[in-house]
């Protein structure tokens, strides 16, 4: 439990209420009871602030006269959510020392502050740092170095030489490194070319449940520092993406893909090989992207959902696309002859 003020210290906020009020943890608005402390972050959320039971709201400035419970002020509730989210809700203690059923080659150096889980292998040539976790069944093949602090969860597989920062937190069934799509066709077989190359990933990054790096063909696929990955998500061979970039899930980004800084890309997106997209590029949901984007801003693509009859009347507009472009040209052509005669 921590009161009102504890919470306060850790956020930019002002308390209206009982600083002394005691919390236990977070909830919506809606489940939170009387020890709990909840946000309100989308104002079509506002309906729910007369009946909550929280025994506190975040809350910005102009909403803070409709909490009847305490308050707490704040510019950005959703980002002092997130903050005292992770102060009551800290990382479980780990208990450090090797599972007895692991399998860790003789060659390894482990330091006293890393834990390696059960049914885990580490193979030859393995470096860990201080503080990294190392889950239940997974896999770290020869190589590969793992960064301070670094956490990786259960039944994830890491393969030969591949880098990881510090910092970097890894979701179940992630796999880092495996081989790339690389074929190619030699008179109508398709045969393999070897990826030779590895994957970097930078300080403080977060990658998903069952999403994939694959290494690189040549160069090494390279994540940036601070870079968060959703789940099942596809990173193809020699894709670079830059520093505090976020992806969300079901997204693909096929190989030698270039992605700047501080972008933002949303669920499914498609985006493909060979291209370059710039710093500061958001990229909306299911958006398929073809060419480099070489200006910051927003980019979408796609229909979103709609009855099925106005669908079938849309695809049928825009089958005629091409007829209806060639009368317009042809009615501009008449238009300029008439002009000139």
């Not at 890309?265 to 493909?272: E, N, P, R």
Request: glycine share 12%; hydrophobic share 40%.
């Amino acid at each position: 439990m921590l009161t009102l003020a504890q919470i306060t210290l850790h956020i930019d906020g002002v308390i209206l209420g009982d600083a002394e009020y005691q919390i236990s943890n977070i909830s919506t608005l809606q489940a939170a009871n009387s020890q709990q402390i909840s946000f309100l972050a989308n104002s079509k959320y506002k309906k729910y602030l007369s009946s909550s039971k929280a025994g506190a709201v975040i809350v910005s400035k102009e909403m803070a006269g409709l909490v009847k419970s305490n308050a707490i002020v704040v510019d950005n509730p959703y980002i002092a959510y997130a903050k005292i989210a992770a102060l009551l809700n800290p990382p479980k203690k780990i208990i450090s020392g090797v599972a007895a059923s692991a399998t860790v080659d003789a060659s390894v150096f482990i330091p006293k502050t890393v834990s390696i889980g059960p049914q885990a292998v580490v193979e030859a040539g393995v470096k860990l740092a201080d503080g990294v976790i190392i889950g239940a069944g997974t896999v770290l093949q020869e190589g590969a170095i793992i960064g301070k602090n670094s956490r990786i969860a259960p039944n994830v597989t890491i393969c030969d030489g591949v880098e990881i920062g510090e910092n970097v937190l890894i979701h179940p069934g992630a796999v880092i490194g495996a081989d790339g799509f690389g074929i190619a066709n030699d008179k109508g077989e398709w045969i393999k070319i070897p990826q030779i190359g590895r994957v970097k990933i930078g300080n403080n990054v977060e990658i998903g449940s069952n999403t994939t790096v694959d290494r690189g063909a040549i160069e090494d696929t390279v994540i940036g520092h601070g870079v968060k990955l959703d789940n099942q998500i596809q990173i193809g061979h020699n894709v670079i993406i830059g520093n505090n970039t976020v992806i969300a899930g079901c997204s693909g980004v096929a190989g030698s893909t270039h992605i700047g800084e501080n972008c933002i890309i949303g669920g499914g997106v498609g985006i493909g090989g060979h291209i370059e997209i710039v710093d500061d590029v958001t990229i909306t949901g299911m958006t398929m992207v073809t060419k480099s984007i070489k200006e910051a801003g927003i980019y979408s693509s796609g229909i979103p959902a709609e009855p099925t009859s106005q669908w079938h009347k849309n695809v049928v507009r825009y089958r005629q696309m091409d007829k209806l472009a060639a009368r317009v040209k042809k009615l501009e052509h008449l238009k300029h002859r008439d002009v000139i005669e």
